[in-house]
C-alpha cells in the first residue's frame, strides 16, 4: 500500500509520527511526508491507524 499526503489539509499536528515515526516525518514547513514507498506489509496496520486518527483527514491510503 501506499499513502497521500494531502498537503492542503495537513496541519502537522504529527499524530501520525507519533503513531508511526518509522513511516512519517514532518517536512521543514510542518507538512507530513511518507518514509516509507510503499508501506512494508507489517507495518500496513499502523498505518491504517495513523490515516484513521488524522484529525484533518489528510492522509488517505492509495493500493
Do not use: K
Not at 501506499?2 to 504529527?14: I, K, S
Not at 518514509?35 to 493500493?63: G, N, Y
Amino acid at each position: 500500500m501506499r499513502v497521500h499526503v494531502d498537503r492542503d489539509r495537513c496541519e502537522g499536528n504529527a499524530i501520525c509520527v507519533g503513531i508511526a515515526p518509522d513511516l512519517f516525518e514532518l517536512d521543514d514547513d510542518d507538512y507530513a511526508v511518507v518514509l516509507i514507498d510503499p508501506v512494508p506489509a507489517d507495518a500496513e496496520e499502523r498505518a491504517e491507524r495513523a490515516i484513521a486518527d488524522c484529525p484533518r483527514a489528510a492522509l488517505s491510503r492509495q493500493d
